[in-house]
């Protein structure tokens, strides 16, 4: 049974940067497509950035030149380094590879 754990996340100012992290377990990254969802709140989730099983790599328009996904294979974990963070981007974020999905990390940003 596969796992995927979301850590990283947090308060941050505007402005400022965070990393979140995608830990999976049981599944191994390198042969799924991967991505990174949001839910803000009263909103529908969006999808933010993916990796897709060729390594084509996918940014929503509001997150490009600010958000940069990678997976590190060894590790076997996936990662969405967030710079520039606007208040716009508050959201629940999860990771999704291989059909499953996580629990979810809250990313907070403060005016």
């Known amino acids: 049974q596969g796992q995927l754990v979301e850590s990283g996340g947090g308060s941050v100012q505007a402005g400022g940067s965070l990393k979140i992290s995608c830990a999976a377990s049981?599944?191994?990254?390198?042969?799924?497509?991967m991505g990174w969802f949001r839910r803000a709140p009263g909103k529908g989730r969006e999808e933010v950035s993916s990796?897709?099983?060729?390594?084509?790599?996918y940014y929503a328009d509001s997150v490009k030149g600010r958000f940069t996904i990678s997976r590190d294979n060894a590790k076997n974990t996936l990662y969405l380094q967030m710079n520039s963070l606007k208040t716009e981007d508050t959201a629940v974020y999860y990771c999704?590879?291989?059909?499953?999905w996580g629990q979810g990390t809250q990313v907070t940003i403060q005016s």
């Open positions: 999704a590879a291989c059909s499953y």
């Open positions: 049981g599944i191994a990254l390198s042969q799924c497509g």
């Open positions: 990796i897709a099983s060729d390594g084509s790599i």
